[in-house]
């Protein structure tokens, strides 16, 4: 446990010693939080599906933004050991490597939230004019939905990272990856907006489970189904990329084995 916690802190520091990545990220967030924003603002509030307003609109958008740049991308890390050979050495040190990778994304995930997210929701609560004020029990319920939300993100970017036993690029999987987050993730169009069948069909991928239940419970809304379903529909989720992730990484291990490594 020590050493994971050493590895946390580690990232954590690496992250901090990014000072042009970091600038960069933040008016990154601040562009794509400002588009988003503009557009609802522009919106009439009339006749939206699920009783939505401009100002509730607007409030969604800045959350599941912040949630979406909480979260810290190491897709890199793997794909780049596995490329120039250095998870051999990984590989003969006493650790698990898939809970190295998950501690580093860990501390990374917690520089962006403290550096990225938080900074993010004073700004949009300075100059938006927000108006919430959450209860004890949605937030209680949000963070233990924030942690299972960032399981799959992590599930995700580590199996298709693992892809790089098999492929020398990657790059097009990560792309169809940010497609299908676009559209089904809810991170720029609330899915209550979609029509009943595209609901049904990202209520049963795992991307939706990453902003927009995260958003929708921290906010009050309605998931459209009873809370501990959802927590069953997240365990779910997280047990069947864990089984894909386990199995595309196990077997790269057995090719590496078989070419020598």
């Not at 580690?10 to 010693?17: E, G, H, M, Y």
């Not at 562009?31 to 409030?59: C, D």
């Not at 792309?175 to 209550?192: E, K, N, Q, R």
Request: net charge positive; aromatic share 18%; glycine share 6%.
């Amino acid at each position: 446990m020590t050493l994971y916690l050493k590895v946390i802190s580690k990232a954590f520091q690496r992250a901090s010693t990014y000072r042009l990545e970091y600038f960069t990220g933040v008016l990154n967030a601040v562009l794509y939080l400002a588009i988003l924003t503009s557009v609802w603002q522009s919106v009439s509030g009339k006749g939206l599906e699920g009783g939505r307003t401009r100002e509730s609109l607007i409030l969604y958008a800045v959350l599941s933004t912040l949630i979406k740049v909480s979260f810290g991308r190491q897709d890199g890390l793997v794909s780049s050991k596995i490329k120039n050979g250095t998870i051999v050495f990984d590989l003969l040190k006493p650790i698990r490597f898939p809970l190295i990778v998950f501690a580093d994304t860990i501390g990374v995930s917690v520089y962006h939230l403290l550096s990225r997210s938080l900074p993010l929701l004073i700004l949009s609560f300075a100059f938006l004019e927000l108006r919430f004020t959450p209860n004890p029990e949605a937030v209680i319920s949000f963070l233990f939905v924030y942690f299972l939300a960032f399981l799959i993100f992590f599930l995700i970017g580590f199996m298709i990272s693992s892809l790089s036993f098999y492929f020398t690029e990657i790059f097009s999987f990560f792309l169809l990856y940010f497609a299908l987050i676009t559209l089904f993730s809810g991170s720029v169009i609330p899915l209550d907006l979609f029509p009943e069948f595209l609901r049904n069909v990202s209520s049963w991928l795992p991307f939706a489970y990453l902003y927009y239940y995260p958003t929708q419970v921290l906010t009050s809304q309605p998931i459209g189904m009873e809370f501990g379903e959802l927590i069953v529909r997240y365990f779910l989720m997280i047990g069947i990329l864990s089984v894909a992730a386990s199995a595309i990484y196990l077997s790269g291990l057995k090719r590496l084995e078989l070419a020598g490594g």
